[in-house]
């Protein structure tokens, strides 16, 4: 079974977190190119600008957040892209620089490559 995980790009990277890419449009503060280690920077995956300032990472508006960068979703080339690499891999870590573990792009990225989120 193919494992997909979740990671801040400021955790020091593990052989573990198998193909690195980070989800991000921006590339986050304070991290130099090499360390993060990472094998892709699919940018265009993230949420659209518009989306991302509307939710601002507001945990009252994470529902509605999640329901609107799915339907985002179903309709981006880099949302394609990314589900070839995760079906090529055998562990992924789609990493993220925002402080809420529970309440990011990442996460929904990681519902909607295992299935959970396709169907809504």
């Given amino acids: ?69 799915i339907a985002e979703l179903k309709h981006n080339l880099a949302a394609v892209e990314l589900q070839d690499i995760a079906a090529k891999s055998k562990t992924l870590t789609l990493l993220f620089a925002a402080k809420d573990n529970l309440r990011n792009n990442a996460k929904v990225l990681q519902e909607f490559l295992s299935g959970g989120a396709a169907a809504e």
């Fill in 1 to 69: 079974m193919k494992k997909i995980h979740i990671k801040r790009i400021y955790e020091p990277p593990k052989a573990s977190d198998g193909k690195r890419i980070l989800v991000d449009r921006l590339w986050p503060r304070g991290v130099a190119r090499e360390e993060a280690r990472i094998d892709a920077w699919i940018k265009d995956v993230a949420p659209s600008d518009a989306l991302r300032r509307w939710f601002s990472h507001d945990p009252e508006k994470w529902r509605e957040f999640r329901a609107r960068y």
